[in-house]
């Protein structure tokens, strides 16, 4: 049973525009989520978290949303640059719980020039 | 600095071989993690160790051997893998696992090691 989907393999976009890769989550439990960027043949890089007593975290640009209710969150990327090509990986766990990261299957995003 | 180590980047066995992957991190993190990624494939969990004691293993076949001689370094000791082992290994480390701080939970990855049984 797939505790945290993402259900879109892939995205294109063009370069300026947003990108906004989405992930659902089964598991009410969760209350700490992370979005990590993988290049081919390297290892994820952490971009953003968000915990679950917010429902929103910017970092430059980059900003996760969080929908508690739906058990929905998403990451904005704007302007998306050709740079930011890669897989998108959605990830979650229970804070001081038994440190599991649950993943999604990744997202392929494209930033076309 | 957020930087975790993976020695070598690649490496070609034998099914008959012993070698060891190594990890290092230098953040004073108490937690660190052995994952194995297919290719298309999330990362998946193998070893955590939490203060240099093996905290869980997720039913990883006894060929694989993981050691964490100090909170700086972890292992991973590999003896008659099968092919159907070649993945690309990732090393992680947070914090601490089991402080209820987002923060401190959060995991940080190594480049990983390539790794092709032949």
């Known amino acids: 049973d797939q505790q945290v989907k993402q259900n879109s393999p892939s995205l294109s976009v063009q370069e300026g525009r947003i990108s906004i890769l989405n992930c659902d989550y089964t598991?009410?439990?969760?209350?700490?989520f992370l979005w990590y960027k993988k290049y081919p043949a390297e290892g994820p890089t952490f971009l953003i978290s968000?915990?679950?007593?917010?429902d929103k975290n910017e970092d430059g640009r980059f900003t996760v949303f969080l929908n508690k209710s739906a058990k929905h969150l998403s990451l904005h990327i704007v302007p998306s640059q050709p740079g930011d090509s890669a897989v998108y990986f959605c990830a979650a766990s229970i804070q001081g719980g038994s440190e599991k990261l649950v993943f999604g299957k990744g997202m392929k995003l494209t930033v076309n020039p | 600095d957020t930087e975790v180590t993976q020695t070598p980047k690649h490496l070609v066995m034998g099914m008959t071989n012993k070698k060891s992957l190594k990890c290092e991190q230098h953040?004073?993190?108490?937690?660190m993690y052995w994952y194995k990624q297919k290719a298309k494939k999330p990362p998946e969990l193998m070893f955590v160790y939490s203060y240099e004691k093996l905290s869980i293993n997720e039913s990883v076949p006894s060929r694989f051997s993981p050691e964490c001689p100090n909170s700086s370094l972890l292992n991973l000791h590999l003896h008659a893998l099968q092919p159907e082992d070649s993945a690309l290994y990732l090393c992680a480390s947070s914090q601490d696992m089991t402080s209820g701080r987002a923060e401190a939970e959060t995991q940080y990855f190594g480049p990983g090691t390539r790794l092709l049984v032949l």
């Open positions: 598991n009410s439990m969760f209350d700490y």
């Open positions: 968000i915990s679950s007593i917010k």
């Open positions: 953040m004073g993190h108490r937690a």
